[in-house]
């Protein structure tokens, strides 16, 4: 349980050949209310995949009732036959869930999301997913624990996360990621459900404040995806209208959960490297020098054979237009200061990277914000699942 | 011959135990005259080494007279002793090359560049480059055929052009850079000779002109270097005023065949690729769109595969800010059109990407300008040289 672990809220999830694996690759979550009320954020690429397209119209139509989501192919640039698919799936969705419903389901209020190879969705794709929707819709289940495995492409692992407030409200949330990570969002699919009773601002706003903190800092490789989409979903089913900022502590809560999942399972990551960024003049500039390193293949690779190499740090945040005096810059790698002033300080055969957890401090001495990317190290294995396969 | 081929140029260079090698590690250059012009361009990157700042000022005074080269060790980020490192060093040539003659050498008309590993410039460094001035002045000819291969560090190659005009001047130039070869330039020291007769200005113009169009194109890894330096000096040796424009136009053909025998040798690369975008609405828009996809992993990791993911160079390009429609967009690898108005247009199996050279050629649908960037696939080699050793 866990997108269903909040009151008022039903998922399925079923394998329908999308996946070579035979791996479930469909998946539906449904807010049967009492209330509903969504908000949803998008990728920042402008290179949109036909399910972010549909979606961005569903999420200014207003709160949505449902989203299906598939893995196995992204339906991106695959022309006006991909957006005519993710129209029809939408539709297939509100009219089985519709049967005996007086309220009935319009597809408009239908968000769909899609994972996988861009320029994947002929119609054999589009067949598998339409025909296979009333089996999934009769497939829904308030203890459904398939849903989160259908999301997943080049995942190792399931990614979810849950908080149970005090108060009687709950938060449940499923995600998946593991390539194309960078903000703006991360590559990943994301579905939060709350039976909270909240209206669609308060969640924008919780929701825009989480995932600006979380997965906007989260650059696994630099690489920005065209299917990005994190999805809220409220059903009022506990009967609670929580403390705004409460709850907002607790959805950012669980997002960051999430992206720590996201980045401990980064496709061939050998190190999950924590960039935090003191003394910034501005937390826009701590999140510009944190990036700058996160996404500098040298400090990577370096990290990767465990070289706490400061210098390509150094060489890296230099390229930033950050207020700070790189002469007066310290840099420290797992709490060893190697470079101070921009001088070289402890010997570098202090500092051990042999754990997978990497932590860099660079203090930029210009001011008093700071900022943490989440990154990794550039291996082998990266190269590998990136070259080996087409994804 | 290659930066002695012109007249008034001598050249030399001597294994000084900078590099573990014991190949030659050290290098000069010296304008002999009768004239002395010259023009520098320096790395964008706000983290520079002590000898661009050392250097910086020299260009600021006036003429170069000669430029002090060695690799074995960057001098960046190494204090106040690393600046006085590059002040002696500049001294100690300017005295020996002062010997006898009336005119007399300053050392604020002697260039310094460095390359190689940052924080490297301690005492045992500054004594093996000081300490070897004479004898590297000694070692002065004008047939001398050393200087090329003591500047270079991971390059597997020496690189150098010479242009002969049938006016009477000539040209020659070497270079080196093999990793963080990103434009601002690439990681690359360069060092171009002439002997027509041209002032600062003319030179400068010319310089700028060259690099913006071939160093600055030329994007194999993303990283941006400390030490980039690009150094003309001409000597007027030949008599001969050249057409400004036919001038620049050779030093612009001396500077691609540079860029190019720089990426044909970048670190651990399997593919050469020449990202060319055409149709877009100005220049700055297509070296933007070029260099989107150029720093993209996964994108570089497909190359390496042999695989045409046309879908990355979309989503690559989504990210940046050209004017352009996402969905009018022709993608085409090695000249099979593979994508057309954002859709499927050829299969991929008629594309051969096992060749070395690779063209991939975006058009825009947006103007009339074009820009190729030059990069390279993200290959296991390249991950293996820069996380086996430091550097």
């Not at 009219?95 to 239908?110: T, V």
């Not at 960039?275 to 826009?284: D, H, K, N, Y």
């Amino acid at each position: 349980m866990t997108v269903t672990a909040p009151g008022g809220f039903r998922s399925s999830g079923l394998a329908v050949g999308l996946k070579t694996t035979g791996k479930p690759d469909l998946a539906l979550v449904v807010n049967d209310g009492p209330q509903r009320a969504s908000a949803v954020v998008f990728t920042s690429n402008r290179a949109q995949a036909n399910p972010i397209l549909w979606s961005r119209r569903v999420a200014q139509h207003g709160a949505a009732r449902a989203i299906v989501l598939n893995s196995g192919g992204a339906n991106c640039f695959t022309g006006d036959f991909g957006y005519e698919t993710t129209r029809l799936t939408a539709e297939a969705v509100a009219a089985a869930l519709g049967e005996g419903d007086p309220a009935g389901y319009a597809a408009a209020r239908i968000l769909v999301c899609s994972t996988g190879l861009i320029g994947t969705g002929d119609q054999v794709f589009r067949d598998k997913i339409v025909d296979n929707v009333p089996a999934l819709v009769e497939a829904l289940d308030a203890d459904d624990t398939t849903a989160p495995s259908a999301i997943l492409t080049t995942d190792s692992v399931e990614k979810t996360a849950t908080h149970v407030s005090p108060d009687g409200w709950t938060i449940g949330a499923m995600a998946k990621g593991a390539g194309m990570l960078a903000p703006g969002l991360a590559t990943m699919l994301v579905v939060i459900t709350t039976d909270a009773v909240l209206d669609d601002a308060a969640l924008d706003r919780a929701l825009r404040r989480a995932t600006s903190a979380s997965f906007d800092r989260l650059d696994s490789d630099g690489c920005m995806s065209t299917n990005d989409q994190v999805t809220l979903l409220a059903s009022g089913a506990s009967g609670v209208a929580p403390d705004e900022d409460a709850f907002a502590a607790a959805l950012a809560a669980v997002c960051d959960s999430l992206a720590a999942q996201l980045q401990a399972d980064a496709e061939g990551a050998s190190h999950d490297i924590d960039i935090e960024v003191r003394g910034a003049a501005s937390v826009a500039d701590a999140v510009e020098v944190g990036r700058s390193v996160a996404r500098n293949n040298l400090f990577k690779a370096a990290i990767f054979g465990n070289d706490p190499n400061w210098g390509r740090v150094l060489a890296a945040i230099g390229t930033t237009e950050a207020d700070f005096d790189p002469y007066r810059v310290d840099v420290a790698f797992n709490g060893v200061r190697l470079c101070h002033a921009g001088a070289p300080d402890r010997p570098v055969e202090e500092c051990d990277l042999t754990p997978r957890r990497t932590h860099v401090e660079i203090d930029l001495f210009a001011g008093e914000h700071t900022a943490t990317i989440r990154t990794n190290d550039l291996t082998h294995d990266y190269v590998h699942e990136n070259s080996a396969y087409s994804s």
